[in-house]
């Protein structure tokens, strides 16, 4: 199956800096990615989708502004938590696929962030 | 609104057989999934269903039926391995992954 790499595995920063998160998809060119954040026990919640070339679309409820998005390549993502605080420590974690049909998802094996 | 429902945990013996079912009202469907999750790792990818019946791989299978709003997944022999969560996530009309909040499976020796 298809590849996706995420760096860093995990992060500790201090509240109010910014961390960047990057999402690769080593084998195949990816026109769509997810990102996504699971807080402990709880599910996946979709953060937002972002296409190759434009803008992510971001799920209700999630800062466009605190979570940026760049999809500036076929094979690279990023997610930057801006001007962090402690409530979003979480795992993030990015997917690659297209949407239609039975395409699966190919995920990354996430980033847990801890903010101090 | 849209809704997956899945136990919350369930506990098996190691060799045993056990079912996870999962029930879903979504808007529209274009097909749903069973991804297993280890505790503290990233979801993979078990199986994908898209018309009613059985699709069996290995020692897990995976049975829907549209009509019922229904999915289970079914895990034969199992492997103190197999300790994990399990995810069932439907594609609405929109070809959006609607996620339940899985399923933690404990297999006790």
């Known amino acids: 199956g298809a590849v996706v790499s995420q760096h860093p595995s995990w992060v500790i920063c201090k509240s109010g800096t910014s961390v960047k998160i990057e999402c690769r998809s080593l084998d195949f060119q990816a026109t769509t990615m997810f990102w996504y954040r699971q807080f402990p026990k709880q599910s996946l919640m979709l953060m937002a989708t972002s296409n190759e070339g434009s803008k992510a679309t971001y799920e209700q409820g999630v800062e466009k502004d605190k979570f940026l998005i760049n999809h500036a390549s076929l094979t690279l993502s990023t997610l930057t938590v801006t001007s962090a605080h402690p409530e979003d420590s979480s795992f993030y974690i990015c997917?690659?696929?297209?949407?239609?049909?039975?395409?699966?998802?190919?995920f990354g094996p996430g980033t847990r962030l801890t903010v101090t | 609104g849209q809704n997956i429902d899945q136990p919350t945990e369930m506990t098996a013996t190691e060799g045993a057989i056990v079912q996870i079912n999962c029930t879903y009202q979504?808007?529209?469907?274009?097909?749903l999934f069973w991804y297993q999750q280890h505790a503290g790792e990233a979801p993979t990818f078990l199986s994908y269903n898209v018309l009613d019946g059985l699709e069996e791989k290995g020692r897990f299978s995976s049975f829907l039926s549209r009509s019922k709003g229904y999915s289970y997944l079914l895990l034969k022999e199992l492997q103190m391995k197999d300790s994990a969560s399990y995810l069932c996530a439907v594609k609405d009309s929109n070809y959006q992954l609607i996620w339940g909040a899985g399923t933690k499976l404990i297999i006790k020796p």
């Open positions: 979504t808007s529209g469907f274009n097909g």
């Open positions: 997917s690659a696929g297209s949407t239609g049909g039975s395409s699966e998802q190919y």
